[in-house]
Nanobody, 133 residues
Framework: QVQLVESGGDLVQPGGSLRLSCAAS????????IGWFRQAPGKEREGVAC?????????????FYAESVKGRFIVPRQNARNTVFLKMISMMPADTPIYYC?????????????????????WGKGTPVTVSS
């Protein structure tokens, strides 16, 4: 049984930083596309970052970021075993909602070019982030 568990959500001041974790059990993250998403109450879910699976020739496949977080959010290329992180800096109140990680169930998968959530078969329950002074 595949499980994804997010952690690290917290209250942070504008301009601050935070690191979220997504720990997986039941599958080896290296071989599946992984996504970070966020959703605020009453708003649509937004893709934050998406990572192609690792084909074995390098540490991580291609990583894609939403325009709203480029230069501020990064998924480190060296992650703990079966855990993927989302490092956030220069945070803004718009970064506030609940953050989810998701994983594809297809071996060797890549991020969908149009909608990163497409093909994500497993979802965590989320971790809340609040950016406020």
């Amino acid at each position: 049984q595949v499980q994804l568990v997010e952690s690290g959500g917290d209250l942070v001041q504008p301009g601050g930083s935070l690191r979220l974790s997504c720990a997986a059990s039941g599958l080896t993250l290296d071989y599946y596309a992984i996504g970070w998403f966020r959703q605020a109450p009453g708003k649509e879910r937004e893709g934050v970052a998406c990572l192609n699976s690792n084909d074995g020739t390098y540490t991580w496949g291609d990583t894609f970021y939403a325009e709203s977080v480029k230069g501020r959010f990064i998924v480190p290329r060296q992650n703990a075993r079966n855990t993927v992180f989302l490092k956030m800096i220069s945070m803004m109140p718009a970064d506030t909602p609940i953050y989810y990680c998701a994983a594809s169930g297809t071996y060797g998968s890549t991020c969908n070019a149009i909608d990163w959530s497409y093909g994500m078969d497993y979802w965590g329950k989320g971790t809340p982030v609040t950016v406020s002074s």
